[in-house]
């Protein structure tokens, strides 16, 4: 029983760590080169949101891999969308972000 526990944790937190290791090449692009084409903050915003959810999940479960995991992507996306938020507000761009773009789509239906 103990092995299972450790093995599924174990997957967990590998899953994890590839997981964060996907964000880096991002984190660099926004950071070192100041570049933040194709980087859409609505998007970002709801990863946040999911991610605090999954984290809560996670100490529900009592899951040290959930909470892990998506507690340091949590801190490295919210990274990201800072150094996003940076970028825009010093070209002088609008932000759009999760509620700005619910009210953008349903404005547009009316």
């Given at each position: 029983?103990?092995?299972?526990?450790l093995l599924i944790e174990g997957v967990g937190?590998?899953?994890?760590?590839?997981?964060?290791?996907?964000?880096?090449?991002?984190?660099?692009?926004?950071?070192?080169?100041?570049?933040?084409?194709?980087?859409?903050?609505?998007t970002l915003s709801l990863i946040v949101v999911?991610?605090?959810?999954?984290?809560?999940y996670g100490f529900l479960k009592s899951s040290?891999?959930?909470?892990?995991?998506?507690?340091?992507?949590?801190?490295?996306?919210?990274?990201?969308?800072?150094?996003?938020?940076?970028?825009?507000?010093?070209?002088?761009?609008?932000?759009?972000?999760?509620?700005?773009?619910?009210?953008?789509?349903?404005?547009?239906?009316?």
């Amino acid at each position: 029983m103990v092995d299972s526990v450790l093995l599924i944790e174990g997957v967990g937190i590998l899953a994890g760590v590839l997981g964060l290791i996907a964000w880096m090449p991002q984190t660099f692009q926004i950071w070192v080169n100041k570049k933040n084409d194709g980087v859409s903050l609505a998007t970002l915003s709801l990863i946040v949101v999911a991610l605090i959810l999954w984290t809560v999940y996670g100490f529900l479960k009592s899951s040290i891999s959930l909470i892990m995991a998506n507690g340091i992507a949590l801190l490295i996306i919210s990274f990201v969308a800072l150094g996003v938020v940076k970028i825009k507000l010093a070209n002088g761009d609008k932000l759009i972000v999760l509620p700005n773009l619910l009210i953008t789509i349903f404005d547009k239906e009316q």
